[in-house]
Structures are given as structure tokens and as C-alpha cells.
């Protein structure tokens, strides 16, 4: 069985760009979560999402960040005009069938803005 | 909501030593597990345990769920078990886990 799967493992990028990272849940998986690990911190929730909802966004910043999780594909983390702020570990977890239960983590995309 | 403590901050051990590792919660949680970060980053699974005793190798874990706590032990400590013990739990059902700040072990041989 495949676990949580992301990409890219790394990603660099200027000041100004867009990073989009990518998370594919286990299969049979339909709650994917994002948590963001900043440079000696703990992990931090982002925003849970279901096939084509976004159930609670409360974790992510107001600006310039943005989640989706299509119908089809896996669910994407958008950053706009990244700044170097941005520079963290991004994880996605996923769960079976609700929020109670076991989340799965990835290996998490680490962020790099120059 | 919820605050997450966890203690001790760093560890160091001996290999082959055992060691118990602690998280409080201020309220109730549902869901509670316990991650190992290793040094590369990876964050891995190590126990869903919202409460009871659960074992896997020279892992244990314990969650009193009425005192709020959960305990981490691990024995006879290898090298390999260096890196990040992170608790983590959700109070509300809403799939929101919130982290400690893990313990940091590390093991010398």
C-alpha cells in the first residue's frame, strides 16, 4: 500500500513566485490535512479539506495562500508571491473516512525561498 | 483551544537505555498520537492512541484519557531512535491536530 505521497521533496524558489506542492492521500483516503513546519518550531495546522470542500481553513494566512483538493487528482497547496517567510516544511496528512481517526503523514515538501 | 506540553525538551541517552517521554494536555482530546521525526525530516507514525496501552517492538505507548496525559516509553534505545518524539492530539473532532513541541532525543553508542 502507498502511503501519503508528495512532491517535489524540494522546491526552490525567488522571492515573488508561485510554489505549488502537490499531495496525493493513501488510497481509499478522502480527508487530506496541511500542516506547515517552520525552521525550529513545531507543526502548525493549515487547512483540512475534503473532495471538493474546504472543511476548516482556519490555520492557513489570509493572503497569498490558497488549497484545493479536486474531484480527481491530488490536493494542491498554492503559495502566490512567495516571500522568504515561506521557507518551512509543508506536510500533508490524510485519514480515512472522518476526522476521528489516525492521520498519515508524508514525507512533506520543504520550501526555500531565496 | 488546547495546549499541548511536552516534557523533557532534549534527551540524551545511552544506547540501550530506556526512557519515558511525557505529553499534558489542558483539555480532552480525541484523537492523540505520537510521531518520531528522524533526522532527515520524515515524520513517522508511531502510535494512534487516544487512550489505553498500545506496544510495537521497544515502543509503548500509554493515554490516561480522564488525567489528560499520555507516555511515550522506549526501550533498550538504538541509535537509530534519535531525532524528534512529537504528541499530538484533536479536541474537537475537527481534524485539527495540535503539536507539542517535541522532545529531542538523541542517542550516542
Known amino acids: 500500500n502507498a502511503g501519503v505521497m508528495q512532491n517535489p521533496r524540494h522546491l526552490v524558489r525567488r522571492r515573488g513566485q508561485e510554489a505549488r506542492l502537490r499531495c496525493s492521500p493513501v488510497?481509499?483516503?478522502?480527508?487530506v490535512y496541511w500542516y506547515r513546519q517552520l525552521p525550529e518550531e513545531g507543526l502548525k495546522f493549515m487547512v483540512y479539506?475534503?473532495?471538493?470542500?474546504?472543511?476548516?481553513e482556519s490555520g492557513m494566512p489570509k493572503e497569498r495562500f490558497s488549497a484545493e483538493f479536486p474531484k480527481e487528482g491530488p490536493s494542491i497547496l498554492r503559495i502566490q508571491q512567495v516571500v522568504r517567510g515561506d521557507s518551512a516544511a509543508y506536510f500533508c496528512a490524510s485519514s480515512r473516512n472522518d476526522p476521528m481517526g489516525a492521520q498519515y503523514f508524508g514525507p512533506g515538501t520543504r520550501l526555500l525561498v531565496l | 483551544g488546547i495546549q499541548v506540553e511536552q516534557s523533557p525538551p532534549d534527551l540524551i541517552l545511552q544506547e540501550g537505555a530506556n526512557s519515558t517521554l511525557r505529553c499534558n494536555f489542558s483539555?480532552?482530546?480525541?484523537?492523540l498520537q505520537w510521531f518520531h521525526q528522524n533526522p532527515w525530516g520524515q515524520l513517522i507514525n508511531l502510535f494512534y492512541?487516544?487512550?489505553g496501552t498500545k506496544q510495537n517492538g521497544r515502543l509503548s505507548a500509554t493515554t490516561v484519557a480522564t488525567e489528560r496525559y499520555s507516555l511515550l516509553y522506549i526501550s533498550s534505545s538504538q541509535t537509530t531512535d534519535s531525532g524528534v518524539y512529537f504528541c499530538a492530539g484533536d479536541s474537537g473532532n475537527t481534524g485539527k491536530l495540535i503539536f507539542g513541541q517535541g522532545t529531542t532525543l538523541q542517542v550516542k553508542p
Open positions: 479539506l475534503q473532495k471538493e470542500n474546504i472543511i476548516d
Open positions: 483539555d480532552s482530546v480525541n484523537n
Open positions: 492512541i487516544p487512550s
Open positions: 488510497k481509499g483516503h478522502s480527508h
